[in-house]
């Protein structure tokens, strides 16, 4: 048998099992083996039965004494007690609608059960094992010891049975595993004190005990992450090699004429990070850095300075954002500043018209246009820069990988890139997803700040918040109501934005001018809703998430979230980023159920305004599946290394790999496992 053959050649599979293994994304008989246990089950020791306590699991070995089965009230249901007796004393095993097992359960037998000790139904004080995960029968003069151990808990599905899994996984094992090959260098296995690849995998399935279950662990956790950040660190080298980048010229006059222009002086924290990218865009090697600062904390003025010295050194800068909305955001603050200085901005965008369109592109070809921002639109094939020197990306995690390759594919020269990203990944998030970037990072928002006081209250404070708002707004302020999305095929009695913009609109708000925004809406409407809103002619602005993402009105200082129990903490931590920008105190209202659970996940945003704290937290209640499934990147499906508990091994994998990088022989013996392992994975990334 061969680690690559279809699962179906495994004894006992046919079609129906087959399907059943495709459920749970096990195609081959390797997909198999790393179909690692969920969990696993103490069975290593035996416990005397007067040692027995109520709400513990445990294994006893006894002799059957009687069995009987009884029907209970309710009908079809029954109720199969076998008292088990050992040299300390007598317990029940009970089990309910396994009528089957009664034949087998012979009065006189011996018989090693695991299961969950509690008091018995009816009992008077005695024993019952409920619960029961498995059980052996023995003969009379069979030893016990063979089956005890740890036992691995698979996820099982319809179709396939714990035990059938753990057979099958014992089987393939045993058919296969002189075919696993070592796949980490021999001075990484030293260096790590990592066990060999075959022991690991015997060891993850069938541990004997704790210890070997520990070694394996972290042998399997080690080399999923080791090579991870293999792939990733031989992509940048690949890149810095293979690519010629663009040596930008020192800052000169125009930079420094910007920076005067700026109404502020950077914080320490923007000045760190402008002078790595200043160090970055001077090198001849390509620029791949991520800027991660909170909401607010002043990446615009960062991504201007860097567009400003591409143009200083004769070259044009490409800003994408990922909305019609906040690109025309950017446009208009940077024509604003560069204007008077002599930089040439355009915009460019899907809603331009043919002739429009056709007028810009012919400028950016002709050089005639210096920064250039947009939407995707900025990406279509027909757009040619003449010296594309930097590209910006804004919150680059709703771009695909591949629509940033394309602009950089733009011209001959490999351009700089700048990823700027408010998304709070953690530290450890950003090693696995970012591995391949340098990072920057802001860490202090600038002075001077209102700090947003955010509160969390149930419906039945409603008409409370509402007259507050209009208390609020009727002395200058703006606001935003945002409402969760729904979706047209959820059933639900949740109000839609439409909904609450009509109830607020005609109810309380009547006679303040508001506005609806929502993604549905053509761009056209939604732009025209959007400039009332930053003109202050809408006063109260409904909207969905669309306007989650670097919206900058000043003047706004109330946000409302309905329904917020339906949003992510780092979600709501964005949208509470749309206030507290402006001079005037900021208030974040929170409108949740009042379920137990939901208030007490949201009392955690009511309590902290740090954004990595809040995405951790997220990251712990949500698991990483869905933290990385919103930055649509492939690195997400960890088999079994735990971004958030194996971070110290993580630390030590990115350090073997850094190591790895300087080591040819190292290198040459990982890469073909690279290559094997993660051809999808590298494929995807190959494009960035
Ligand atoms: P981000 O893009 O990181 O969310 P912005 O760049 O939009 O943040 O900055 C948020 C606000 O802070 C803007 O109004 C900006 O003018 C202001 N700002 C940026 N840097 C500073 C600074 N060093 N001092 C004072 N205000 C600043
Ligand atoms: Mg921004």
Known sequence: ????????????????????????????????????????????????????????????????????????????????????????????????????????????????????????????????????????????????????????????????????????????????????????????????????????????????????????????????????????????????????????????????????????????????????????????????????????????????????????SGHQGAMMAPTEILARQHYDYLRELLTPLGVRVGFLSGRLTKKERTAMDAALAAHEVDIAVGTHALIQDHVAFAALGLVVTDEQHRFGVAQRAELEKKSERTPDVLVMTATPIPRTMTLTVYGDLDVSRIEHLPPGRQPIRTFLRDETARAKIYAFVRREIESGRQAYVVCPLIEASEETDLPSAEAVYEELAHGIFRGIPCGLLHGRMKSAEKEAVMDDFYANRVKLLVSTTVIEVGVNVPNASILVVEHAERFGLSQLHQLRGRVGRGAHASYCILIAGRSAASQERLQVIEQTSDGFRLAEEDLHLRGPGQFFGAMQHGLGDLKIADVLADMDLLLLARRAALATMDDPAALSFVLPTLMRQYRERFEHMREV
């Open 1 to 312: 048998m061969k680690l690559s053959d279809s699962i179906n050649k495994v004894r006992g599979v046919g079609v129906k099992k087959a399907a059943a293994f495709a459920r749970l994304g096990i195609q081959t008989v390797y997909d198999l083996l790393t179909y690692y246990p969920r969990a696993y089950e103490d069975q290593s020791r035996v416990t005397p039965i007067a040692q027995l306590r109520a709400g513990e699991r445990a294994t006893v070995l006894a002799v059957i004494q009687r069995v009987t089965e009884r029907q209970a009230r309710r009908r079809g249901f029954t109720v199969l007690t076998a008292l088990l007796g050992d040299e300390t004393g007598y317990a029940q095993a009970v089990w309910f609608n396994q009528r089957f097992l009664k034949t087998k359960l012979r009065e006189g037998r011996r018989i090693l059960l695991t299961g969950k000790a509690d008091y018995a139904y009816n009992g008077g004080g005695q024993l019952a094992l409920t619960n029961i995960t498995s059980f052996e029968l023995l003969g009379a003069e069979e030893d016990a010891g063979e089956h005890l151990g740890i036992l691995p808990v698979y996820a099982a599905t319809e179709g396939l049975t714990q035990k059938q899994l753990r057979a099958m996984m014992e089987y393939v094992l045993l058919q296969t595993v002189d075919e696993l090959e070592e796949n980490l260098p021999q001075r990484v296995r030293e260096e790590y004190r990592l066990i060999g690849r075959r022991s690991a995998f015997r060891h993850i399935h069938f541990p004997k005990e704790e210890e070997e279950l520990r070694t394996a662990r972290r042998r399997l956790a080690f080399e999923e992450l080791y090579l991870i950040q293999c792939g990733l660190l031989a992509l940048k080298k690949r890149t810095a090699e293979e690519q010629e980048g663009i040596a930008h010229d020192p800052n000169g006059a125009l930079v420094e004429r910007v920076r005067a222009a700026l109404p502020f002086a950077l914080t320490d924290d923007q000045e760190k990070v402008w002078a790595e990218i200043t160090c970055d865009m001077e090198s001849l090697l390509p620029m791949r850095r991520l800027v991660q600062g909170d909401v607010g904390s002043g990446k615009t003025a960062i991504a201007l300075l860097a567009l400003v010295k591409t143009v200083e």
